[in-house]
């Protein structure tokens, strides 16, 4: 019995709280699954969301009951830029692969939100490239506004000026913008070491790569790991409460059914 209690507590391993979770914020729910439709652009998470069916539709919508967020402060934002602000705001609201980067929040609407995501390359730069001829007041989108009348307005003073004034290279627009959620990186999609904010689900979501990739990286000592490989990690790692009880009993019992059975042995000669 004490072998294979030894066994299953090596076999399963204890749960990471870095992977398939949800952060605790305003329209998250509080663990992933399943969700039968998402609208639109959050549907490649369906399979297995942080985000209900209500949250997704209204990700879509210029002025959203989410946050009462108006894209439109200073003209109508052009399509093509705006498709990226939603793919971002379903990236928030439904991915389960943010675990590594959430933080503690000081805000009255979330305890906890995202903080240095590495961003794929081609999400960032896309993003800035479609954006940069649409206009804005603000370079930090999370904080300043005047909310007046109830919803984002440029504060008195900001004159609304081209994304590319405001946010000359992409990585400042995808750093900045929402103080710094994201972090602009050089690593491309596909790669494993970078979020995808855009993905095909017909192939899978790679963003859970990913997120074990950095709750690895994050568990590991900072000094002499950089190289190694998740899969080596797990020679080195600690064992589980289990096994240290089980073992010196497992062991003990292993010596005492040895011992029977050689003087069984030698007995019988």
């Not at 509080?30 to 439709?37: A, D, M, N, Q, S």
Request: charged share 25%; proline share 7%.
């Amino acid at each position: 019995v004490l072998l294979v209690l030894l066994a299953a507590s090596v076999v399963l391993p204890a749960r990471d709280p870095l992977l398939n979770i949800c952060m605790d914020a305003k329209h998250h729910k509080t663990k992933p699954g399943p969700e039968g439709k998402l609208h639109d652009q959050c549907s490649p998470w369906k399979d297995n969301a942080c985000c209900t069916a209500n949250t997704s539709s209204e990700a879509h919508k210029d002025q959203s009951n989410l946050y009462n967020f108006n894209w439109n402060h200073c003209g109508v934002m052009p399509p093509k830029c705006k498709r990226h602000f939603i793919q971002d705001t379903c990236l928030y609201e439904c991915s389960p692969n943010l675990g590594p980067w959430i933080d503690q929040a000081d805000s009255s609407w979330r305890r906890e939100r995202i903080l240095h995501v590495p961003l794929c390359k081609e999400d960032c730069e896309e993003w800035w490239e479609d954006c940069r001829d649409f206009v804005t007041c603000k370079e930090n989108w999370h904080k300043g506004w005047n909310w007046a009348t109830g919803t984002n307005r440029c504060p008195w003073g900001n004159m609304c000026r081209p994304f590319s004034e405001v946010f000359p290279r992409p990585k400042d627009l995808c750093e900045k913008i929402w103080s710094n959620s994201y972090k602009y990186t050089t690593e491309r999609r596909g790669s494993g070491r970078c979020i995808q904010m855009w993905f095909d689900p017909a192939m899978g979501n790679p963003n859970v790569v990913v997120a074990k990739y950095y709750a690895w990286k994050k568990r590991s000592s900072p000094a002499g790991m950089e190289d190694m490989a998740p899969e080596s990690d797990q020679a080195v790692c600690a064992l589980p409460w289990s096994v240290l009880v089980l073992l010196p009993l497992a062991l003990a019992l292993v010596l005492e059914v040895a011992k029977g059975c050689g003087s069984h042995g030698w007995g019988s000669l």
